[in-house]
Nanobody
Framework: QVQLVESGGGLVQPGGSLRLSCAAS????????MGWYRQAPGKQRELVAV???????NYADSVKGRFTISRDSAKNTVYLQMNSLETDDTAVYYC?????????WGQGTQVTVSS
């Protein structure tokens, strides 16, 4: 059973930065694309960043140029570097495969952008 554990969230002012981490229990990254998702209050969960097996990346338009997804296969960890944070980035952030697997959602990590 794969387990994904997110960390690194917190409270940050607009314009600030955070780096999120997603640690997996098994060596899965080399076989599957991984993504960061977020869910803001009252909104549906959305995919914001993807890293494929070959290391290529894709981003939602709302975060392009500000967020960077990366992967350390040796550590079974996926990262999301978030810069120039905006109040609209406030959400619970989750990692999962792409497409997502329903049985492996973690608890997420809260990111709050506020002055």
């Amino acid at each position: 059973q794969v387990q994904l554990v997110e960390s690194g969230g917190g409270l940050v002012q607009p314009g600030g930065s955070l780096r999120l981490s997603c640690a997996a229990s098994g060596s899965i990254f080399t076989r599957r694309s991984m993504g960061w998702y977020r869910q803001a209050p009252g909104k549906q969960r959305e995919l914001v960043a993807v890293i494929a097996n070959d290391g290529s990346t894709n981003y939602a338009d709302s975060v392009k140029g500000r967020f960077t997804i990366s992967r350390d296969s040796a550590k079974n960890t996926v990262y999301l570097q978030m810069n120039s944070l905006e109040t609209d980035d406030t959400a619970v952030y989750y990692c999962n495969f792409v497409p997502a697997l329903g049985g492996v959602w973690g608890q997420g990590t809260q990111v709050t952008v506020s002055s």
